[in-house]
């Protein structure tokens, strides 16, 4: 029998309610404007393995295109949260999710015909004959609704969030496999954006994905290669200039383009996880340093070292550290991790771990651009720091705007109280090296003092 239910709460609405006469699948199926109720998922709902194949949706895509002039487009659908999802319900759930999804692309596009499944979560949507561009778009912004909307299963309410990227005839492709494909970079750059639900391909978007794929491999090879070098911006007295450490900055020595600058590869390493084994190469190489500089019978200075936060999250620092401490011998204390804020909220308690680790072996710790992320006193309290590091912005902008003075006063009253040393980044100015000179600040790095230098260039400046 087929009736209707009212949904509870003050915007009370009807939903149709329907048996499922197929032996797979839900035992009951409830559909609204804003609800899926999945009651027994034995199998995957029919219309799922329904879908064609991506050779067979190609070629549909391309009679099409042979035989009508008009505007068409493909829509590349991934659904995110599968990880998560499967970690907190299991196989099952996952399974049960998946088949409502395929059921509500299929949905929208009336046809199987049209729709086909490129991987797990993803899939791929045919629009024949559209009357204008901006309808792909439109069918986009729908989808993305449609997905969006909560399902129950197994006494949860969940909701799914869809990516998707759009491709338009004949501007974005003339085949099947080049609509298929842009689709699919213009929804693998709304997956790096965070924030959009879906995207018109460009081709900036296929130049973007050409010059990452290239730097990736490069930079595997550079790894094999150790084709990296480290320059050291001298950390000083702000009341008078003399050299009391230095930062670790690290340099590709690209065989072509020469010395590549870190913002333009430490993306990329971060995103493809190439930041582990660079991030060992910088903190082995600061080591070696070091000890390079006391086997010398030279009075080094301390050394600072950017972790990242794929590193960080990596878990094994505290392991690599010991391994590098027993390596060179170096006295703990002359090394300094520089860490972001922004490691810390995702697992608070891990990270505490991994810096106490860090603090007792006697190895100095920073908090990098303070102020600039996650900030928060209560956790500042918990963590084993020796250092607070002001970020440039807050320092540049001291002399024009009377506000950010006072942010940079009280994180330096508050990190004295605490005990802890202040250091501040990206001193260009007199006016703001007298500014944190009256502020109490005792330390500070920037073009106002030195640039970052290569080895015998810091040797040399800082008397070594």
Not at 436 to 458: I, T
Request: net charge negative; charged share 20%.
């Amino acid at each position: 029998m087929d009736g209707a239910v009212s949904s509870c709460g003050p915007d009370r609405k009807w939903s149709k309610v329907k048996p499922n006469r197929e032996q797979a699948g839900p035992a009951l199926i409830v559909t609204d404007a804003c609800l899926t109720v999945v009651a027994r998922t034995d199998a995957a709902p029919a219309g799922a393995g329904a879908m064609q194949d991506i050779s067979v949706f190609t070629r549909r895509i391309d009679d099409h295109l042979a035989s009508h002039s008009g505007p068409c487009a493909v829509l590349v659908i991934e659904i995110s949260r599968m990880a998560e999802l499967y970690k907190l319900l299991g196989q099952q759930a996952l399974d049960t999710s998946m088949a409502v999804m395929a059921e509500r692309v299929l949905g929208l596009c009336g046809s199987a015909d049209a729709v086909c499944r490129i991987a797990r979560a993803q899939f791929a949507l045919f629009l024949p004959n559209l009357s204008h561009a901006s309808k792909a778009l439109f069918t986009a912004s729908a989808l993305a609704a449609r997905i969006g909307e909560p399902i129950l299963v197994e006494g949860r309410l969940l909701y799914m969030v869809a990516k998707i990227g759009v491709a338009v005839s004949p501007d974005d492709g003339t085949s099947g496999q080049a609509l298929l494909r842009n689709a699919a970079i213009a929804q693998g750059e709304v997956a790096k954006s965070g924030s959009a639900h879906y995207l018109h391909y460009t081709e900036q978007m296929r130049e973007r994905l050409r010059h990452q794929l290239i730097t990736e491999t490069e930079l595997r090879q550079a790894i094999l290669d150790e084709a990296f070098v480290l320059h050291y911006q001298p950390k000083v007295a702000i009341a008078d200039g003399t050299p009391i450490g230095g930062e670790a900055l690290i340099r590709w020595r690209h065989p072509t383009r020469g010395l590549i600058y870190p913002m333009e590869f430490i993306p990329i390493a971060e995103e493809t996880g190439l930041m582990v084994p660079i991030g060992e190469w910088a903190l082995r190489a600061a080591c070696r340093q070091i000890q390079t500089w006391i086997e010398a019978g030279r009075q080094p200075l301390q050394i600072a070292v950017n972790v990242s936060e794929r590193q960080f999250r990596w878990g094994h620092l505290p392991a690599l550290i010991d391994v590098l401490l027993r390596e060179t011998g170096i006295p703990p204390h002359l090394l300094q991790l520089e860490i972001t804020e922004s490691v810390l909220p995702e697992d608070l308690e891990g990270a505490l771990r991994q810096m106490a680790w860090i603090a007792d072996c006697g190895v100095a710790l920073a908090l990098d651009d303070f102020g600039t992320g996650y900030s928060s006193l209560s956790y500042l309290r918990e963590l084993p720091l020796d250092c607070l590091k002001v970020d440039r912005k807050f320092v540049q902008d001291m002399e024009q705007d009377s506000g950010t003075r006072h942010i940079v006063q009280a994180i330096v009253a508050m990190a004295k109280a605490m005990g802890l040393k202040v250091v501040a980044e990206g001193v260009e100015t007199e006016g703001e090296r007298s500014l944190l000179r009256g502020m109490g600040v005792e330390e500070g790095q920037g073009y106002l003092f030195a640039r970052p230098l290569p080895v015998k260039e810091f040797e040399l400046f800082c008397g070594l």
